[in-house]
């Protein structure tokens, strides 16, 4: 009997395997159980009357991994193409999300922070690859976790996992939560505003973009509701209050300059719309802010304009995006915008959850 070995990438048909089941089972009856154990200890119990022993129940704290076991071991992800379930389509991002740990940021004017940051790491998967081993992602992650954290020390851990995992394409986004001192608007107090921040690198086509994400937080005087209660005032004598609501923009930038910072891009967007909430306020704060808002009633499409004026004028962004939601004390539903500048944020189909990510939970 002649046995013609398939190639690996090609499933055998079940003639074959049952042919090799059958030179298997002769080669055994007709070997010592040495010889046996040094191929496949396995394959001494396709004979007949021959059974596995039973398994141990016990952890076997005394056991000790070789270089040779740990070379047995299966590794399923990295196996043949043929083991592939589904269509043999390219996946542009598979890998890991959320995976946490303590990274050190280089503050603008202190020493670095250490916070807690959600990372995710992702690489693209070719049609003919069966899978990517997952934790190399996070092994090269934690060689750079350590350092202080900037776009370059992004760039080094993206290249190891690429090349680690012999990769095209690939993406790391960290996300944090920022601490900034505030002042308040006249008592002189100051407070902690916690800022939620993201950054991301993305690799395609061999093409690097730099990308930096912020939530800002603001009040948002609606003035048409504002005009509407100063004719109450003028023609009725009728004392009436304007809605204004707490709204939450996500801002997304091109980064162009290194030098760009989380406290830079704060400030930018604080000079598009000036009413941000407030951490620390006593009765002469609150009157202040009552009258910035009054100052500055904005709907939603003025509040993506402005951030877009201000976001336009520094040459350290390339593209961008406003999304930005004013969640309405008038109505049981929210005012929505987007405003995109250039390619990198354009796109024509939403997350239909897309603005209900922007809920500020405080």
Known sequence: MNIHTPELDRKPSRDEAEAALALLRQWARSSSDDEIATLEPGVG????GQFAPALSRAYPHGFAVTA???????????GPSSLIRGERQRIQHVGISNFRLPIRYQTRDAAPLMLETSVTGTVSLEAEKKGINMSRIMRSFYAHAERTFGFAVIEAALDDYKADLGSFDARIQMRFSFPMQVPSLRSGLAGWQYYEVAFELVE????RKKIVHLDYVYSS?????LELSEHARNTRGQLATPHSQRSVARISVEVLDDALTVEDLVEIARAGVVTETQVMVKREDEQAFAELNAANPIFV??????????????????????????????????AVS?????????????????FQSLFHIG
């Open 68 to 78: 040779a076991y740990k070379d047995s071991l299966p590794d399923l992800q990295n």
């Open 204 to 207: 395609t086509a061999g093409v």
């Open 45 to 48: 119990y396709l004979l007949p």
């Open 301 to 334: 499409e003025d509040a993506a304009r402005l951030f877009c004026a201000v976001l336009k004028r520094d040459p350290r962004i390339g593209d961008f995006r406003v999304l930005a939601s004013h969640q309405e004390s008038l109505h049981s539903h929210d």
């Open 221 to 225: 005087t609606c003035p048409c509701s």
């Open 338 to 354: 987007l405003l995109t500048e250039g390619p990198t944020f354009a796109q024509d189909s939403l997350d239909p959850r897309l």
